[in-house]
């Protein structure tokens, strides 16, 4: 079963990784998104990231509940609220019976959260402050 959280509490990756643990995979797969202070030329001080959380959420599961039918388990956590510079923004995993699905699953699920899952991002840069997902 699939576990999904979206809180502005800091994301501990121990006990996330833990819910992917199972005696059936041989492969889990990690994506840990931080705030990072560059993006080209741009320099961010601070990010805040808000939600529609129930949908959000719903959607989140609709992503993982595909990896879950054949076999996987998928485990996310975002953070809302204001994050500095290196502070985690997103916690991805997936475990799989091998290697290949888990990286594969991984690598969907965050390239579908950052295109189709309700959350925003507010940029504090150097120069403006910006609007993305």
Partial sequence: MH????SDDPINIAPLYRKLVDPRYGGID?????VRQWTGDIE??????SAYQSMAERQLAKIAAPIEAQGG???IAHRTGTL???DIA??????????????KWCQQ?????KHEVPIWKKE???DKVRWGN
């Fill in 73 to 75: 388990r998928v485990v």
């Fill in 124 to 126: 504090y840069d150097t």
């Fill in 90 to 103: 997103v916690f991805v995993g997936v475990a799989a019976v091998h290697r290949a699905e888990a990286f």
């Fill in 44 to 49: 961010t001080r601070k990010i805040t990231y």
């Fill in 30 to 34: 990690i994506f840990v998104g931080t």
């Fill in 84 to 86: 500095n510079l290196t």
């Fill in 109 to 113: 699920v965050i390239d579908t959260l």
């Fill in 3 to 6: 576990y999904i959280r979206i």
